[in-house]
């Protein structure tokens, strides 16, 4: 069944190794091939099932309540001659910092797609995160048992919406119910499925032609983007199986194509090729470019070699009845059971105790680590997700994931006054294992202030803080996250900090220029120095800075973050002796908080995409109650029976928008939401 593939790097010790997230839109069947992999891998002895409760990977007693993957769960499994290491992330968008943090520690993945919606929303947004991190991928559509299902229409919304070229390299036997098999266009033989057995054979007459049609295509489509593969093309007038694969695994590491598959992973008709796809086509760790970190304030890399200083990247931690469990990828180097680390960002020293090869809440104990692996440890008390733990005769920090910036806050409280101090301690751990989350105490009201990603992800963790702590726990009603930002600057904002009360004083004076950044800047802060002839010292310039990043965290409008807003020093003074960091700090607080009293400021609320599939007779009450909302269409599609509307509301009028969808279409209707940024919000 594998097509015998140059794998360039199969004499070094990790080329047997692969790192593969599974990625997707809610209820596009993740958890459900990560089962049927793990099944056919021989690493379970029976089919777990979303709808019963049975799965690995959904082990959490909400994710099993819910049917619905809420943390990313990591499982081992072994493939003709390879060591997969699989992670199988959530598709709610709730908690797409669960796929980020996943992402960064992973050589490569498979989209999964709905063979009747095709690119859903939450799959193009994971899809743009591994974009981010430059993960290769190949796609499998699934449900292709399922009415209306149709793999062109799919790939189709793939080079549509995702703006990649999809390499189809299977043809599916039979349609929707009668789909029974696929044939490989690479190698020309069919596989089919009959009762769980699985038979390799030749392809069936009455679809040689359509087969042979659609390895013409990907001929073509391959000999457009390799160049191997168009000098034998033309020299041929067609491409080896051997130059084939060979061609589709380089335009897969490079990202300039994507292969795709089909299949049902409910009807366990597809797993088998999706295996030989990912031991075929998704790199190992030896293939992907060397990490690279800072140390001494230089850039280095470190390979993947397990010779090499250990180098490894703290992506997730999770405390369970037993102890508290550090989630590491392992770079470059060897980790063995005893050994002393450094957390490199901090300058502590842990110590690793156990290894844990992870099997979702399954452990079993290794003797050691080397770069490429993705392990537990047990030891570390205080490295967090993000955390690099390296030798400490080599120290090096590698890029953090970068945590997304909470929109929704909730108020949380004990409901009995003995548990305030319990609370507090069940919020910190909560905290430290989900970095998307935030707790604050409002300074007017006194409140403790919970903010996540969404309304699912705060009710999970305030959930979660009930069951794993047995607290009683009140909960207020949700409140959006607004932000503020500049419209029209101020320029020759002149601000002077003088203080004398004894002893050495303070002074520093500064000018600053304050204007809104460009619609099409990805910063937030835009800060510079045009100070000239030495009137204000670089380490005062630095200390200015971050004096007015001080100040953007509380705006003058209602006390939200300021964003959107470059910030220009200059001219200014200094004192010979009463001049100090400090005190020009303290002139960069204050003076850009004057000087943003005196621009023209707008409050930002966020807003999100909505896509709601509703029948087409609930289509005016779906679409008023939408205007009702200030949402704004921005499009809709009709599918046999049912339309899809998709438009930008406020989050703000989002709550409570499940309950009220269902009641007007009779629990027909479904939606998803994707954060889409920030908009002016209207005037009060």
């Known amino acids: 069944m594998r097509t015998n593939l140059d794998l360039r790097q199969q004499n070094h010790p990790l080329s047997g190794l692969r790192n593969v997230g599974i990625l997707a839109h809610v209820d596009a069947g993740k958890t459900t091939v990560t089962e049927r992999i793990l099944y056919l891998t021989g690493t379970t002895h029976k089919r777990g099932e979303v709808h019963d409760g049975t799965t690995v990977t959904d082990f959490d007693p909400q994710e099993r309540d819910r049917g619905i993957t809420i943390f990313a769960a990591a499982v081992s499994c072994d493939w003709d001659g390879h060591s997969i290491n699989l992670i199988d992330t959530p598709g709610h968008v709730d908690f797409s910092d669960e796929v980020e943090r996943s992402l960064r520690v992973l050589d490569g993945a498979v989209a999964l797609f709905d063979a009747v919606a095709g690119v859903e929303p939450q799959s193009e947004s994971v899809w743009r995160q591994a974009d981010r991190h430059g993960v290769p991928r190949i796609a499998f559509v699934n449900k292709m048992d399922r009415a209306g299902a149709d793999l062109d229409a799919a790939v189709d919304s793939i080079r549509e919406r995702l703006h990649v070229t999809p390499l189809v390299v299977q043809m599916p036997i039979g349609a929707e119910a009668e789909f029974s098999g696929v044939i ?71 990202g300039t194509g994507v292969v795709v598959l089909c299949g049902s992973a409910y009807r366990n008709r597809g797993i088998e090729p999706l295996l030989d796809a990912v031991v075929a086509y998704l790199p190992s760790p030896a293939e992907v470019p060397a990490v690279t970190g800072t140390a001494n304030g230089a850039l280095q890399e470190r390979v993947a070699d397990p010779a090499a200083p250990f180098a490894a990247l703290v992506f997730k931690v999770n405390s369970t009845a037993t102890g508290r469990l550090t989630y590491l990828r392992v770079y470059s180097g060897t980790i063995r059971k005893g050994e002393t680390v450094v957390d490199a960002g901090a300058g502590r020293t842990e110590r690793i105790s156990r290894i844990l090869r992870v099997q979702a809440d399954q452990h079993a104990e290794v003797p050691q680590a080397v770069a490429g692996d993705i392990v537990a440890v047990v030891g570390p008390k205080s490295a967090r997700s993000g955390a690099t733990l390296c030798a400490p005769s080599a120290p090096l920090v590698l890029e953090p994931p970068v945590a997304t910036d909470p929109v929704v806050s909730v108020a949380v409280e004990a409901r009995k006054s003995s548990d305030t101090d319990r609370l507090a301690s069940a919020l910190t751990r909560l905290v430290e294992e989900d970095p998307s989350l935030t707790v604050r105490t409002d300074s007017e009201t006194g409140q403790t202030l919970l903010s996540g990603m969404g309304e699912l992800h705060l009710e999970v963790a305030v959930e979660k803080v009930r069951r794993a702590h047995g607290l009683e726990v009140g909960v207020g009603r949700p409140q959006v996250t607004y932000r503020e930002t500049v419209v029209r600057g101020v320029s020759g904002q002149v601000y002077r900090h003088v203080k004398q009360d004894g002893g050495a004083g303070q002074f520093a004076q500064i000018t600053l220029d304050v204007e809104p950044l460009d619609d099409d800047s990805t910063e937030d802060f835009v800060f510079r120095s045009v100070v000239v002839g030495g009137r204000v010292p670089q380490e005062y310039v630095r200390a200015v800075e971050a004096g007015c990043r001080d100040a953007l965290l509380e705006g003058p409008l209602g006390g939200h973050r300021v964003t959107g807003v470059r910030v220009t020093l200059t001219d200014g003074a200094t004192h010979s002796k009463d001049s100090s960091e400090l005190a020009f700090r303290t002139a960069g607080r204050l003076g850009l908080r004057a000087a943003l009293r005196a621009s023209a400021m707008v409050l930002l609320e966020p807003v999100a995409e909505v896509t709601a599939t509703v029948p087409e007779d609930a289509m005016g009450g779906v679409l008023g109650d939408l205007a009702a909302r200030r949402g704004q269409i921005s499009g809709s599609t009709a599918r046999p029976g049912t339309m899809v509307i998709v438009a930008t ?18 629990g027909r209707g479904t939606f998803t939401t994707r954060p889409t940024g920030y908009v002016p919000a209207p005037a009060r």
């Open 649 to 666: 509301v406020p989050l703000a009028e989002l709550f409570g928008y499940a309950t009220q969808l269902r009641s007007r279409t009779q």
């Open 184 to 254: 490989d266009l690479i190698t020309m033989r069919a596989y089919v499925w009959n009762d769980g057995d699985f038979v390799e054979c030749q392809v069936p007459d009455a679809l040689v032609e359509q087969a042979k049609r659609r390895r013409r295509l990907l001929e073509e489509a391959v000999a457009e983007l390799h160049p191997v593969a168009l000098d034998e093309f033309y020299a041929r007038s067609t491409v080896s199986a051997e130059t084939l694969a060979a061609a589709l695994r380089d335009l897969t590491h490079s």
